[in-house]
C-alpha cells in the first residue's frame, strides 16, 4: 500500500502532508515555495510510494471556486503529465486555514508562531488529508 500526499496549493506556498504506508495517519510534512514544487514532488515522489495526491479545491461559500483555481488547474495538468500513473482527486478545502489557525491556538503556539504562514499552509494539508482518511 502506498502513501497519500495532500496539497493545500497556494500563489506563494504550498503545504504538503503525507499519511503512513498504511494510510491511517496524516502528518504534515513541509511548506515549499509553489515554484519549486514540481521539483520537490519529482524526488519525493521518486523516493517514496505514493499511491494518491489529493490536492484542495478552494471554493467560497456559495460553492463556486476561488480565484486560484485557475492556476491549480495548471498545475494539475503538468502534473499529470510528469506523472500519468498517479492517481489525483480533488478534496474540497473550505475553512481548512481558518482550522489550521484554530488548531495553532489549541495547541497552545505563542502569537509569533502563529503568524508564520507556512506553518498554517501545512497544517491545512494535513487536515486536508485527516478529512480525507475520514471519510474514506
Same mark, same amino acid.
Given at each position: 500500500m502506498g502513501r497519500i500526499l495532500a496539497l493545500d496549493y497556494g500563489n506563494k506556498r504550498t503545504g504538503i502532508?503525507?499519511?503512513?504506508e498504511l494510510q491511517l495517519i496524516a502528518s504534515g510534512l513541509t511548506t515549499v515555495a509553489t515554484f519549486e514544487l514540481m521539483d520537490f514532488l519529482k524526488k519525493y515522489i521518486a523516493s517514496e510510494k505514493v499511491e494518491l495526491v489529493l490536492v484542495g479545491e478552494p471554493k467560497q461559500k456559495d460553492g463556486t471556486h476561488s480565484?486560484? *483555481? *485557475?492556476?491549480?488547474?495548471?498545475?494539475l495538468k503538468k502534473f499529470s503529465e510528469v506523472f500519468p500513473d498517479l492517481n489525483v482527486k480533488r478534496v474540497d478545502e473550505r475553512y481548512t486555514s481558518k482550522m489550521a489557525f484554530?488548531?495553532?491556538i489549541d495547541s497552545g503556539l505563542k502569537k509569533k508562531q502563529r503568524q508564520n504562514k507556512a506553518l498554517v499552509d501545512e497544517i491545512s494539508a494535513t487536515i486536508i488529508l485527516q478529512q480525507f482518511l475520514y471519510n474514506k
Open positions: 502532508a503525507i499519511t503512513d480565484n486560484i *483555481e *485557475e492556476e491549480i488547474q495548471k498545475f484554530q488548531t495553532m
